[in-house]
């Protein structure tokens, strides 16, 4: 939430719930004169002799005194969540101007709101028994800015960059021995919100609308990772299902356990979705999952698929071969199997320089074997980083 300094004055109806802690001096207002009872202003109507400040209930100015008011009391949302309106003032010190962003619905039902526990802290307080955490303002996440540029992809070069940081966050995370199990361009905020245009390459020789020749890039390529709702230590129960669905693991889906690798997966689903524009494995079934996967990298491995659990038992014939197409849901499903490339030409497609170096970095990361595919520090050895250090002269 996007906030700004104001001044509070106490509301009627009260907190009356017993609080974590008293209030901070700076959550008290200043002490006000008695109130004097007079006509009060409200939506065109007069009340008289309601015992309260008139600027409780006016939007306007009454001898001086400002408009800032506390928010009407409202009871919390079924999940205890605080209900919020842009305009609420909070304490002395904020006021809510706008919303900054929400998280999209997973496919298991769970709605998470963005998170900065990864960033700046400045500050915190407790309003009406809910703890809010003050954190320095970052830009749009790179799905927004995605969907914002008509899912345009990024250029190689930046792809690299926005990679090697969110490697070097995971293995950062990862020697704290801490999992992220969901990364996704949603968790992914660049730091400015500024960009600027350059032409779209891509567009000019077709017949679009004047605004589409050009694609928005960001002018500063830093990013900070966020929401550390569902991270994990190493030695916690790994055994139920985690990350976003388009971001999720395939020894996830087959009830193998995961660990430190899914991380890594989620990384090269991500680094695809940026060098074209779009997600890779877009789908909300298993089955079609599955499917979707073999259709960019090969089949399964036998190894993998007889330890498959009782859940995922279903997905396979005796327990050998993915029951596709024979189990698809629908024709639709179907041809949004057999529309994805294999993973190769998919890369050359969206990129002109570094495709080999980017496709084998992907196979690393995008392993079916959790044991094999690539960690975090491994990959950022990969030339796909290090070529260009090298011929910079860079020491590695």
């Known amino acids: 939430m996007e906030t700004q300094r104001i ?3 106490p509301h009627r109806n009260m907190d009356k719930r017993p609080r974590k802690r008293p209030r901070l001096t700076w959550d008290i207002p200043p002490p006000l004169p008695p109130p004097k009872v007079l006509p009060a202003i409200y939506c065109g109507q007069e009340f008289g002799n309601v015992g309260v400040p008139n600027y409780a209930f006016s939007s306007m100015f009454y001898k001086g005194v400002p408009r800032n008011i506390s928010p009407p009391w409202r009871p919390d949302d079924k999940d205890g969540h605080y209900v919020f309106a842009v305009g609420d003032n909070l304490t002395p010190r904020y006021k809510i101007l ?3 962003g929400e998280d999209v619905e997973s496919d298991f039902g769970i709605s998470v709101f963005i998170l900065c526990s990864c960033v700046q802290i400045r500050n915190w307080f407790d309003y009406r028994n809910h703890i809010c955490i003050v954190c ?3 830009g749009p996440s790179l799905y927004d ?3 914002k540029n008509s899912y345009r992809s990024f250029p190689i070069d930046l792809v690299r960059e926005l990679g090697g940081q969110i490697l070097e966050s995971v293995a950062f995370m990862h020697d704290l021995r801490l999992i992220h199990t969901d990364l996704k361009p949603e968790n992914i905020l660049l730091v400015s919100s500024e960009y600027i245009k350059v032409p779209d390459y891509k567009f000019l020789s077709r017949s679009i609308k004047e605004g589409s020749y050009f694609k928005n890039l960001p002018k500063s390529s830093a990013i900070k990772l966020i929401d550390f709702g569902s991270t994990t230590f190493e030695h916690q129960d790994h055994s139920y299902v985690v990350s976003t669905r388009h971001y999720r693991a395939p020894e996830v889906i087959l009830g193998l356990g995961w660990n430190y690798p899914c991380d890594i997966w989620s990384v ?3 680094l695809v979705e940026l060098c074209s524009g779009e997600a890779l494995f877009q789908t909300h079934e298993n089955l ?3 499917a979707m996967m073999e259709r960019v990298l090969g089949p399964l491995p036998q190894h993998m ?3 498959a659990d009782r859940r ?4 396979f014939k005796r327990g050998a071969r993915l029951d596709w197409p024979e189990g698809a849901t629908s024709k639709e499903s179907m041809r949004a199997v057999w529309k994805l490339p294999r993973l190769q030409n998919l890369v050359m497609e969206h990129v002109d320089h570094s495709a080999g170096d980017l496709i084998d970095l992907l196979q690393g990361l995008l392993r079916y074997d959790p044991a094999e595919r690539l960690k975090a520090r491994e990959a950022l050895r990969h030339p796909f980083f290090t070529r260009d250090l090298r011929r910079c002269g860079y020491p590695l």
């Open 7 to 9: 001044t509070e004055f």
């Open 312 to 315: 995922a038992e279903k997905y």
């Open 136 to 138: 320095e303002k970052l």
């Open 145 to 147: 800015f995605l969907r």
């Open 98 to 100: 706008s919303k900054m």
């Open 268 to 270: 090269g689903c991500i």
């Open 305 to 307: 698929v007889v330890r």
């Open 288 to 290: 079609e999952h599955l």
